[in-house]
């Protein structure tokens, strides 16, 4: 493939970010820094019940309170949120109420403690509904019903069914296999947490709104405010400039966006809707738990010749995701069959989180896998190496696949064939462990549109609709236009999210910036580029099909001494505006970015400490377009997979269903003493479906971790914990396999 | 079954904002609240006709402003609000993640934990006041060159806790760089950038 053994000249280097200014000076502009004249304060009520009706609601002592200006609720705000609950509807404010921490008035104040001091003088009379909690209960025939259609949440079409998944002969699969193994895991709820409260400000002018969203994608959530609000496109713009984290709860508009909107409409004011910290952690989403159970065949030597997972997922009140799971995608299964049951219970709700449907059922999978290897007296690395994928659902082959080369890699780098031992064989207070699993995420190009203006000084400007949620997507988007129109990196601007200005973008959510938005920039570089050499052809005397453009110059492909400079070419062009909207086609191949994932773990057998000494990550991510950032991802979702293993669960007390710890210090997140060195190892392959051969960052480094960690732990111990977290009580109490 | 029930009862947080001029601080430590000296409770003036309100000057980045500010307000808040110093971020307005970082008189301290009220005379240094006009501190520098902000919300507060560092240790070990900051939490998990940012800028000092 020519494209892929051509030298790169921007694409692959250690840049740092193009906004790196910005934010470690503070001048970086996020949605809560936004401060407009007359503008209000808003905060958000929220029901103390799991299920009830609200039979009265009296706003009348709240609205007394001097500097409070609106108070809503579903009896007069009765606005649909169609991204909050998935083919049921839901609205910003609902009646009944669903889970403690469903939205029930928010209120509007010159100034937000007197927003939060009205919140108390709120009156609700509520009824109580019979609620249930756990997922198995939920399922069961006279369970309380949550959704009008059951429990059970939709799984195919818009009828309440489990999600189903199968290939190949199940039956014919156990019956070849030499043994049989069930065991069920179970992972909890854990919180998104990313630093930035949920914040939003909205503004109406003549009858056009504008939201300051702290969204991960402009786009969608505009086309979600008119859907809802009944406005056209054109009369709604959604900005977002710096945003400080969701890691998937914060796609799209949500309630926080809208309530806000209609606090400004009623009160002709601008309103910024603050989230307080718990707001952040029941009020939105975070991952939804599962129970997994499996059975899987193998033949002696660890090949995989059936699975069968039956899992149920708790999604909570709404459903604003699937609730599937998707841990088994990295192995190699002739005949498999999952039966996932997503359940709505009254608890917070369980979606979006960096890899949605992964580092649950990773942690399931590759921690059984690690425990068969065990029982056949198979070597880990080879389990893994033996039963990796090749093609897809045992068919369709991928765009790329070298997850091969991470295992090697990987374990070579960790020395996996010297520091393996048989688990639980180390002698000493302080036990030696070291475990691995597989991970990644699906990769596709999809629809991306973006626009360069070439200035009469050769300078560019950028504008693509994506956000910069801590990806360095502005960066990169930069980088590949750079690299596309053949100037240097410092000649080019970038205007990004704002839907008023910058073209589509899909939404920074599923690791899809840049294989969507990616091949539009250089689409629309070869557009302008087009423009370009028609302007230079006189002045070069040549036709503009014998011109090339690079590092600036504008130059004879047959004879690059005779050039000009991009600036001199341009110069009475007034602007040059390339542009394009991209799909490119993907048929009959499947997308995929791998990783494995290596880990060395100390246990102390006394107070069941773990320490992590060493962390390996081998990803196959094609070409790495923007390299500093792309290992900074790499090192952030090992760590959150971290906090995933040891310590975060937002815990619902079962007499009163609240949660009790939604907040940094009881639901602890990792902390720099808990954060381990982690060495990144890119296996860099061209993807022929990437831009410049590049896949998917973001997500994988998370689907991994969890399962690497309880693997090294097994290793250590010879205790396999098949709950997360994993916390000290549950290694000392685990018994020894 | 009818029941009622009125919102929110006293946080933790309305609790010890209510407090005026107590004495309470949160000192950036993982291990959490320790108490502050008594006599350091603010000497500033009652505002007529405004209870609750009093006027203080505030020592920020070496500029005196004189505010009146509620006694419920933090110095988080009116430094966000009321100064426009958007540079210090609240990341849980209650004293566990670190985004709103600053250095009061020479020491890291959690801003949403301090009332404005507290801060008479206090000498109050701010990311913004890192930067000498266009020059930026070592420490910045090296957060750019070292990848240190993902989403770059926690940014100003590591940036902060590792200059309080520094001022006091010039040369400090990895694992002194990450006892100093590891009451800065960053979700995006960014820690070895940001300690590795802290060495170089000692190095580069050095």
Known sequence: ?737 | MEDEKKGNGLSRRSFLKNLGGGAIGTAVISTGLVKSDPAEAYTSEAVKGAPGKSAVTLKVNGKSYRVEVEHRHTLAEVLRDQLGLTGTKIGCDRGECGACTVIINGRNLYSCSQLAVWMEGKEILTIEGLTKGDKLDPLQEAFIEHDGPQCGFCTSGQIMSGKALLMKNSTPTEAQARRALSGNLCRCGNYNREVAAVLAAAIKAG
């Open chain 1, 1 to 737: 493939m020519a494209q892929s053994e051509k030298e790169f000249s921007v694409v692959g280097k250690r840049i740092p970010r193009i906004d790196a200014y910005e934010r470690v000076t503070g001048q970086a502009q996020y949605t809560g820094d936004i401060q407009l004249p007359g503008m209000l304060y808003a905060r958000v009520l929220r029901s103390p019940y799991p299920h009830a009706k609200i039979v009265g609601i009296d706003t009348s002592k709240a609205e007394k309170l001097p500097g409070v200006k609106a108070v809503i609720h579903h009896g007069n705000a009765k606005i649909p949120w169609s991204s909050g609950g998935h083919t049921h509807p839901r609205f910003i404010f609902n009646n009944p109420v669903r889970f403690v921490g469903d939205a029930v008035a928010a209120v509007a104040a010159t100034d937000r403690h007197i927003a939060e001091e009205a919140l108390g003088l709120i009156d609700v009379k509520y009824e109580k509904i019979p609620h249930v909690l756990d997922p198995n209960e939920a399922l069961k025939p006279d369970a309380p019903k949550i959704s009008t259609d059951g429990n059970l949440s939709v799984g195919k079409g818009n009828f309440s069914a489990p999600i189903e998944e199968s290939w190949g002969d199940l039956e014919q699969g156990f019956k070849e296999a030499d043994r049989v193994f069930e065991d069920t895991y179970i992972t909890k709820h854990t919180n998104n947490a990313q630093l930035e409260r949920r914040v939003s400000v909205a503004k109406w002018d003549a009858g056009k709104l504008t939201v300051f969203a702290s969204t991960q994608g402009v786009s969608n959530a505009r086309t979600d405010i008119a859907q809802d609000f009944g406005l056209p496109l054109s009369k709604v713009r959604v900005v977002s400039k710096y945003m400080g984290g969701g890691f998937g709860n914060k796609n799209q508009a949500q309630d926080y966006d809208y309530m806000a909107a209609v606090l400004a409409k009623i009160t002709s004011q601008p309103v910024k809707l603050e989230f307080t910290r718990e707001d952040d952690y029941i009020g939105m989403h975070g991952r939804w738990a599962s129970e997994q159970k499996y059975k899987i065949g193998v033949k002696k030597d660890g090949t995989i010749t059936a699975v069968q997972l039956d899992a149920v997922t708790n999604i909570g009140a709404y459903r604003k995701q699937s609730g599937n799971l998707s841990g088994t995608d990295f192995y190699q299964i002739p005949n498999f069959r999952k039966v996932i049951k997503p359940v709505h219970t009254n608890t917070v709700v369980g979606a979006n989180y960096r890899a949605p449907a992964y580092p649950q059922s990773v942690f399931g999978f590759a921690s059984f896998l690690d425990q068969i290897a065990h029982e056949l007296g198979v070597n880990p690395v080879d389990m893994f190496m033996r039963n990796r994928i090749q093609k897809y659902k045992s068919k369709t082959p991928f765009t790329s696949n070298y997850l091969e080369e991470c295992i090697i890699e990987g374990s070579k780098r960790i020395g996996w064939n010297e520091k393996w031992h048989k688990p639980g064989v180390m002698g000493g207070v302080r036990k030696h462990g070291i475990g691995m699993a597989l991970g990644g995420y699906p990769f596709r190009p999809g629809l991306g549109a973006a626009a360069i203006r070439v200035n009469s000084d050769g300078t560019a400007h950028l504008l693509v609709g994506v956000t910069d949620i801590g990806t360095g997507a502005k960066s990169t988007m930069a980088i590949i236009a750079a690299e596309a129109l053949g100037i240097p990196l410092s000649q080019i601007q970038v205007t990004n999210g704002d839907t008023d200005v910058t073209p589509y973008s899909v939404g920074e959510s599923g690791s899809r910036t840049t294989s969507f938005t990616g091949p539009a920039v250089i689409a629309a570089a070869e557009d302008v580029r087009k423009q370009i050499f028609a302007v230079a052809a006189p002045q070069l005397k040549v036709k503009a099909e014998e011109l090339d453009l690079r590092d600036g110059q504008v130059f004879v492909k047959s004879e690059p001494s005779q050039k000009i400079p991009l600036a001199r070419a341009v110069a009475r062009a007034g602007e040059l505006i390339g542009r394009a909207t991209t799909n490119p086609p993907f048929k009959d191949v499947e997308g995929k970015s791998f990783s494995a994932h290596f880990a060395e773990v100390e246990v102390d057998s006394w107070t069941g400490h773990v320490k992590i000494t060493r962390y390996v990550a081998a990803h196959d991510s094609g070409i790495i377009l923007n390299r500093m950032p792309a290992e900074s991802q790499i090192m952030g979702g090992v760590v959150q997979g971290i906090g995933m293993a040891f310590t975060e669960e937002l815990i619902t007390d079962k007499l009163t269903a609240t949660p009790i710890n939604p907040n940094y210090r009881d639901a602890k997140v990792p902390t720099h003493l808990e954060a381990p060195n982690v060495e990144v190892i890119f296996i860099e392959h061209y993807d022929p479906y990437g831009p410049f051969g590049g896949k998917v960052v973001g997500e994988p480094p998370i689907t991994a971790a969890v399962a690497t960690i309880a693997n090294a732990i097994f290793n250590a111990t010879g205790k396999r914990i098949k709950e997360l977290p994993i916390t000290p009580d549950k290694i000392l109490q685990a018994p020894q396999v």
